[in-house]
T-cell receptor, first 109, second 113 residues
Framework: AQRVTQPEKLLSVFKGAPVELKCNYS??????LFWYVQYSRQRLQLLLR??SRESIKGFTADLNKGETSFHLKKPFAQEEDSAMYYC???????????FGTGTRLKVLA | DVKVTQSSRYLVKRTGEKVFLECVQD?????MFWYRQDPGLGLRLIYF???????EKGDIPEGYSVSREKKERFSLILESASTNQTSMYLC????????????FGEGSRLTVL
């Protein structure tokens, strides 16, 4: 079965420190992976997707098919990065998006 | 600018009441979804619809039903609300055949007493 695992419920880092939010998935085919973010009092929104291979707000994520991972990274955390982050997976030909349980990132001053 | 609007941001209902949650989108998207968001459980799919009058069950459809009479509107119905349905409900849309971005509404926080 398809599954997305985010092992950390809460991640606290100091401003300026590197950040890595972990995401592992289980799917035997070729998935499409995404990171969504929800800032306080805002709607859930797309942060980035693996096929675009772009950096958004300084965040990057590389799809590692060997390790079935899609970790989100940022070299220097900012206070405004504090939010809830969800990793999600979908596959071509389906309408289903599978979400992880989310990781709350707190960036401390 | 994509607009996905959920009519009720906060609702308080009593056990056994019928509850309607409405979602309207202006993107002309074919696919619409209802998710439930709970701490520690992430987002779980309740129902989705890929066309008018079409619907499919998601992972947790029990206790819920949906209605899609018009392309832009997708309603979630709790026939008889129970306390374990207290949650945040999120509506989302995406275009047909698109495995890309989901556009979310602001959410409806339902409390069942």
């Amino acid at each position: 079965a398809q599954r997305v695992t985010q092992p950390e419920k809460l991640l606290s880092v100091f401003k300026g420190a590197p950040v890595e939010l972990k995401c592992n998935y289980s799917y035997s085919g070729s998935p499409e992976l995404f990171w969504y973010v929800q800032y306080s009092r805002q709607r859930l929104q797309l942060l980035l997707r693996h096929i675009s291979r772009e950096s958004i707000k300084g965040f990057t994520a590389d799809l590692n098919k060997g390790e079935t991972s899609f970790h989100l990274k940022k070299p220097f955390a900012q206070e405004e990065d504090s939010a809830m982050y969800y990793c999600a997976l979908t596959t071509s030909g389906t309408y289903k998006y599978i979400f992880g349980t989310g990781t709350r990132l707190k960036v401390l001053a | 600018d994509v607009k996905v609007t959920q009519s009720s941001r906060y609702l308080v209902k009593r056990t056994g009441e019928k509850v309607f949650l409405e979602c309207v989108q202006d993107m002309d998207h074919e696919n619409m979804f209802w998710y439930r968001q709970d701490p520690g459980l992430g987002l779980r799919l309740i129902y989705f619809s890929y066309d008018v009058k079409m619907k499919e069950k998601g992972d947790i459809p029990e206790g819920y039903s949906v209605s899609r009479e018009k392309k832009e509107r997708f309603s979630l119905i709790l026939e008889s609300a129970s306390t374990n349905q207290t949650s945040m409900y999120l509506c989302a849309t995406t275009a047909r055949g698109n495995t890309g971005e989901l556009f979310f509404g602001e959410g409806s926080r339902l409390t069942v007493l």
